[in-house]
T-cell receptor, first 117, second 116 residues
């Protein structure tokens, strides 16, 4: 197992275009999280999935953002009509939580750096 | 109000010396978890150490230890015998309540530079 992977690593797009990012979590990890990190800040939570169910969305996730995890494995994050304020690093993390059990750490991917021009 | 406060934007340490990175937190929930992550220039967040609010002893992981002072709501990271490869951003994070459902809340980070 090679850890959490994200694709692409870098994306440059023009304002108004749609972009889609992919995250492949660690195999068998049932939880998958999306965070956004802007320059000089720590990551901020966007949304998370348990298996294929999206359980929580931050108020940061405007209606231009949508995330899916259709088969409970990989996830996609789409941003429609991108704005310059969307420029950030988008981080994906996964964790394994047995039913009813605690989890301790989230394993992060390398991130996708989005630049909106 | 900020949940996690890291007051040191940048820190310098001499190679082989110990360094303490500060973190204070704000919560009224008795159940919470505290985490430290390292972010090198490559961007990936690397988990370093975890402390649960009910844990009796301070957490240690190799050269990393967490100085947990519950009454002061502080969870400082101590790195012993600094190495050049320790140069990175360090983030303190909290999960409250401390259950698997809860996402992490991060501080703004401290940039550590290790000098040869």
């Amino acid at each position: 197992d090679t850890g959490v992977s994200q694709d692409p690593r870098h994306k440059i797009t023009k304002r108004g275009q749609n972009v889609t990012f992919r995250c492949d979590p660690i195999s068998e990890h049932n939880r998958l999280y999306w965070y956004r990190q802007t320059l000089g800040q720590g990551p901020e939570f966007l949304t998370y999935f348990q298996n294929e169910a999206q359980l929580e969305k931050s108020r940061l996730l405007s209606d231009r953002f949508s995330a899916e995890r259709p088969k409970g494995s990989f996830s996609t994050l789409e941003i429609q009509r991108t704005e310059q304020g969307d420029s950030a690093m988008y981080l994906c993390a996964s964790s394994l939580t047995p039913d009813g059990g605690p989890t301790y750490e989230q394993y992060f991917g390398p991130g996708t750096r989005l630049t909106v021009t | 109000a900020q949940k996690i406060t890291q007051t040191q934007p940048g820190m310098f340490v001499q190679e082989k010396e110990a360094v303490t990175l500060d973190c204070t937190y704000d919560t009224s929930d008795p159940s919470y978890g505290l985490f430290w992550y390292k972010q090198p220039s490559s961007g990936e967040m690397i988990f370093l150490i975890y402390q649960g609010s009910y844990d009796q002893q301070n957490a240690t992981e190799g050269r990393y230890s967490l100085n947990f002072q519950k009454a002061r709501k502080s969870a400082n990271l101590v790195i012993s015998a600094s190495q050049l490869g320790d140069s990175a951003m360090y983030f303190c994070a909290m999960r409250e309540p401390n259950s698997g459902n809860t996402p992490l809340v991060f501080g703004k980070g401290t940039r550590l530079s290790v000098i040869a």
